[in-house]
């Protein structure tokens, strides 16, 4: 009791307050995405319908992948170097689980070597989850399509960029996913480079990174 008492000591003086309230945020929320994924499973088994299963089996099989996403999403617990890759791969395969396949759209993730540090490979990974969740609402409203993720390095820098084959996304405006992009990249000391046609979208960050 006592080393776990001064374990939760240290984190909350070596920790930001708001990193704190974030780890307790993706607690709850994983904690309430399992309680909706089980009173799914027992719904599913209590149905007498068939339909009724594979109705609810379809909304159980979505909480699931959101939940994979918001899992993958979780702030690391410490700092060192990942497999970004390996990171990525999982990432793009829960988002199109949850968000991309249900609407026909497909998600391709282009495999390249690459690591870095664990929280510059998070926040990564949360401006590839916006990137990807734009396109995924605004380049294919009336048709299915295929959005493509792509990390490289290139001259120590990162560069990763999230293309689509629909009829391209406003760049206009900035909602609230791109202002989240946007913020990340600061910490990042990175930039944000937006292209358009009628062919697609494209957007490419960078920012640098010291190799291994």
Same mark, same amino acid.
């Given at each position: 009791?006592?080393? @776990? ?23 709850? $929320?994983?904690?309430?995405? /399992? ?20 109705? $609810? ?11 994979? $996403? ?13 497999? /970004?890759?390996?990171?990525?791969? /999982? ?54 399509? @295929? ?66």
């Amino acid at each position: 009791m006592e080393k @776990t008492l001064s374990h939760m000591h240290e984190m909350m003086t070596s920790y930001p307050t708001e990193r704190l309230l974030l780890n307790e945020i993706t607690h709850r $929320v994983n904690n309430e995405l /399992a309680t909706a994924i089980a009173i799914a499973s027992v719904e599913i088994a209590l149905a007498k319908s068939e339909e009724i299963k594979r109705s $609810v089996a379809r909304v159980k099989r979505s909480l699931e992948g959101f939940a994979r $996403v918001h899992q993958a999403l979780c702030v690391p617990d410490l700092r060192t170097r990942v497999d /970004a890759c390996a990171y990525l791969r /999982a990432l793009c395969g829960a988002i199109s689980g949850a968000r991309l396949e249900p609407f026909g759209i497909q998600l391709q993730f282009v495999e390249k070597p690459l690591r870095m540090d664990s929280e510059h490979c998070w926040k990564l990974g949360m401006i590839v989850c916006e990137l990807v969740t734009n396109a995924g609402r605004h380049a294919f409203a009336k048709h299915s399509g @295929t959005i493509t993720v792509e990390t490289w390095c290139a001259d120590s820098a990162v560069r990763c960029s999230v293309s689509d084959n629909g009829g391209g996304a406003q760049l206009n405006g900035r909602g609230l996913g791109l202002r989240i992009v946007e913020a990340l990249l600061r910490d990042l000391d990175g930039r944000l480079e937006a292209q358009s046609s009628a062919a697609g979208s494209m957007f490419t960050v960078s920012f640098p990174e010291a190799g291994d």
